[in-house]
């Protein structure tokens, strides 16, 4: 089956084009337009240049992905749009895209949970992941870690109560002028030898709860920059940032780890933006390599937003929902499922599950 694939949530317009079901499953072709030059300044996304962005690069980039692939709209068995989470103009844009092409061509469309496709991710390549499976989402939105006995039942162990883990690199960043978006700068800039420099404490929920919280990381680094003078271009940054990326990689891998110990499990999957990061994928293969359990993380040019999960999510969905009703009405970004536990609604109205 070939499903293409539309993603536009938050800064990124990308269009996908995979083989599902064949024996032969593969990416074909993909095409994403980055906006990051156009939000650096402003050192974080700007919603309304995001959505525009989006509207004038959509059209173009399918035709783009359709000519290299070598195939033609009428070849398409399937459409997957994100339906969300994300910045509600920006999925507008591909959702009343696909829903465009939907009307026109008779393509069924299905909409696919954002969070739940980048766990998705983790399979592209991987048939061999086997449930049930701790999933770690850490981006610049979530920090999630869920259970899930099958694609569609997944339960959510704990999320972060304040700020994502991205988000508070892009703080921090930007705050010490290391330019848009933090992420990538922080993997760039650490130094190991200097990531002991500065002390930051290990976040602690009082009510026991096995949440996460990140925004007092923010702070004490905007604390730290603060009682020790130190602005943009000072040379302590390094190791400030190194310090604080340690330690945050720190806190994730534990509760990665004690979530593993406590639930029968045949595997890990760690995917989202965030697990791009190099320190985070070394220290996580590290942390499972001698208790056994397989860790899956998905390529890095699968790990930040991409259409690719997205038609790979939506194959799924279709498999699992053969008798559902796929015409495009039913889709909006309004009203959603909660990490796509829910299926669309059946043909006979009732919802699917």
């Not at 990124?12 to 300044?41: F, M, P, W, Y």
């Not at 004038?56 to 009428?74: A, N, P, Q, Y």
Request: with cysteine; charged share 20%; aromatic share 8%.
């Amino acid at each position: 089956m070939l499903v293409m694939g539309f993603e536009s949530s938050c800064d990124e317009t990308a269009v996908a084009l995979v083989e599902r079901g064949c024996g032969n499953d593969r990416v074909i072709s993909e095409k994403i337009k980055s906006q990051v030059d156009l939000h650096a300044r402003f050192g974080g996304v700007v919603p309304e240049i995001a959505s525009r962005t989006h509207y004038e690069s959509i059209d173009l980039l399918t035709t783009t992905v359709l000519e290299e692939s070598g195939k033609k709209l009428e070849e398409v068995e399937l459409l997957s749009v994100t339906s969300g989470p994300g910045l509600i103009g920006s999925l507008l844009i591909a959702l009343s895209f696909a829903k465009g092409l939907a009307f026109r061509t008779g393509i069924p469309l299905v909409g696919v949970d954002h969070v739940a496709a980048h766990i998705e991710a983790a399979f592209i390549g991987r048939p061999q992941i086997r449930f049930p499976l701790l999933a770690l989402v850490v981006s610049g939105g979530h920090t999630t870690l869920f259970h899930l006995t099958s694609r569609f039942d997944i339960r959510v162990l704990a999320r972060t109560r304040d700020d994502a883990a991205g988000e508070v690199m892009d703080k921090v960043a930007r705050h010490l002028g290391l330019g848009y978006p933090g992420g990538p700068v922080l993997d760039r800039t650490y130094d190991p030898e200097r990531a002991k420099e500065f002390a930051f404490s290990l976040p602690r929920m009082s009510d026991g709860s096995a949440d996460f919280s990140f925004s007092g990381y923010k702070a004490a680094a905007l604390r730290l920059a603060r009682n020790h003078a130190i602005a943009p271009g000072d040379p302590r940054i390094p190791g400030l940032t190194s310090s604080l990326l340690s330690s945050m990689v720190g806190y994730l891998v534990r509760a990665l780890v004690n979530a593993a110990e406590q639930h029968d499990i045949n595997g890990v999957v760690v995917a989202g933006g965030v697990s791009r990061n190099t320190l985070l994928r070394r220290r996580l293969a590290d942390a499972f390599d001698k208790p056994g359990i397989p860790l899956y993380m998905p390529e890095p040019e699968y790990c930040t937003d991409n259409a690719a999960m997205i038609a790979w999510r939506g194959y799924e969905v279709m498999r699992a929902h053969p008798d559902a009703d796929y015409s495009p009405g039913y889709l909006n970004a309004y009203s959603r499922s909660d990490c796509g536990r829910r299926g669309p609604t059946k043909k006979n109205g009732s919802q699917s599950s």
